[in-house]
């Protein structure tokens, strides 16, 4: 059987729908720091890790989503994390409850996206993330408590990302709601929308299945350093 799209979900985005965005050496692809730490490779032979290592700026990760686990050469890279990821497909159902307008983000928001992610950690998220796709969020009383966006776009499929409430807003079915309008914008462009979520997270996968999506495969999820760069030090905890 030939490999899904979504198996590889980086290395698809990145040479179909997001090729544009591709920084490329040789077999080693990556988005741009400033976009996102995401990065794949052609296969796991030692010319592929010596491409992709040369992609990589100093204190910067390479984070991977990857069918087997990512066993690079010790000599150039550190593992700074390795886990698994829960990929899950399906057009989330709308909110019953009565909800605050959703509002499309723009550039101008970005400070306090970037302060709402630093606050709930739904994972990467750089500067010029937003540009990626359609975000939304909620507002009340002037401050930001609860976004969603699009990211990764590989083949037919779109990622729902940034899936992130303030805990002061939570139980209020804000996600829900920023979830499936950001679906239904995705499935009105005849795309499928997709997520990941660490396999750990019971919690939010748990209100992905409620909502009707269905888990598709697990996926492992490694972010490498530079040997001697000292990330897992850096890294937020």
Same mark, same amino acid.
């Given at each position: 059987?030939?490999?899904? /799209?979504?198996?590889?979900?980086?290395?698809?985005?990145?040479?179909?729908?997001?090729?544009?965005?591709?920084?490329?050496?040789?077999?080693? *692809?990556?988005?741009?720091?400033? +976009?996102?730490?995401?990065?794949?490779?052609?296969? @796991?032979? /030692?010319? /592929? @890790?010596?491409?992709?290592?040369?992609?990589?700026?100093?204190?910067?990760?390479?984070?991977?989503?990857? !069918?087997?686990? &990512?066993?690079?050469?010790?000599?150039? =890279?550190? +593992? &700074? %994390?390795?886990?698994?990821?829960?990929?899950?497909?399906?057009? !989330?159902?709308?909110?019953?409850?009565?909800?605050?307008?959703?509002?499309?983000?723009?550039?101008?928001?970005? !400070?306090?996206?970037?302060?709402?992610?630093?606050?709930?950690?739904?994972?990467? =998220?750089?500067?010029?993330?937003?540009?990626?796709?359609?975000?939304?969020?909620?507002?009340?009383?002037?401050?930001?408590?609860?976004?969603?966006?699009?990211?990764?776009?590989?083949?037919?499929?779109?990622?729902?990302?940034?899936?992130?409430?303030?805990?002061?807003?939570?139980?209020?079915?804000?996600?829900?709601? %920023?979830?499936?309008?950001?679906?239904?914008? +995705?499935?009105?462009?005849?795309? +499928? !929308?997709?997520?990941?979520?660490?396999?750990?997270?019971? /919690?939010?996968?748990?209100?992905?299945?409620?909502?009707?999506?269905?888990?598709? *495969?697990?996926?492992?999820?490694?972010?490498?350093?530079?040997?001697?760069?000292?990330?897992?030090?850096?890294?937020?905890?």
């Amino acid at each position: 059987m030939s490999p899904h /799209s979504l198996d590889r979900p980086i290395w698809t985005a990145l040479t179909t729908r997001h090729e544009r965005l591709a920084e490329i050496n040789g077999p080693a *692809r990556r988005y741009p720091s400033d +976009i996102a730490p995401f990065a794949d490779m052609e296969d @796991f032979s /030692s010319a /592929s @890790f010596a491409a992709l290592h040369e992609l990589m700026r100093p204190n910067e990760p390479a984070v991977m989503f990857t !069918p087997d686990p &990512v066993v690079p050469p010790s000599d150039m =890279f550190d +593992i &700074v %994390l390795a886990a698994t990821g829960e990929q899950m497909v399906g057009l !989330p159902a709308a909110a019953a409850a009565p909800m605050p307008p959703l509002i499309s983000l723009t550039a101008d928001d970005v !400070p306090a996206m970037a302060e709402l992610v630093a606050l709930t950690n739904p994972g990467p =998220f750089a500067a010029r993330t937003h540009t990626l796709g359609n975000f939304l969020g909620i507002k009340i009383g002037g401050r930001l408590v609860a976004m969603t966006g699009e990211r990764m776009r590989p083949d037919a499929y779109t990622e729902m990302t940034a899936v992130c409430v303030h805990p002061e807003f939570r139980g209020r079915g804000f996600a829900q709601a %920023l979830l499936a309008a950001v679906s239904q914008a +995705i499935v009105a462009r005849d795309e +499928i !929308p997709f997520l990941h979520v660490f396999s750990d997270n019971a /919690s939010a996968i748990a209100l992905y299945k409620r909502q009707g999506m269905k888990a598709r *495969r697990r996926l492992h999820v490694t972010v490498l350093g530079r040997a001697g760069d000292n990330l897992q030090e850096k890294m937020p905890h």
